[in-house]
């Protein structure tokens, strides 16, 4: 994936402010390792990956993982995900 200069520094910002940090599986690697996500509408995003029930982000809804993450939420909503 190929990020524009823009992008890199906002991405930089939101990991420093992540609890998770920069070590988290879904940082690493250019985020080949993020888990996959689908957006549902109302700004949500839905996390399609089991490990979602772990994360410090996921928010268990039902059957559904809401992903709350900020990182995973820049990605999805610039296209990058």
Do not use: W
């Not at 402010?17 to 985020?31: I, S, V, W, Y």
């Amino acid at each position: 994936m190929q990020l524009s200069p823009e992008d890199e520094v906002a991405i930089r910002r939101i990991v420093e402010t992540l609890p998770c940090g920069r070590d988290a599986p879904c940082h690493r690697g250019g985020f080949v390792n993020a888990g996959r996500v689908k957006r549902i509408g109302g700004g949500f995003i839905e996390c399609l990956e089991e490990r979602g029930r772990s994360c410090l982000h996921g928010l268990s809804f039902g059957y559904t993982i809401l992903c709350q993450c900020p990182l995973r939420k820049y990605l999805a909503d610039h296209g990058l995900a």
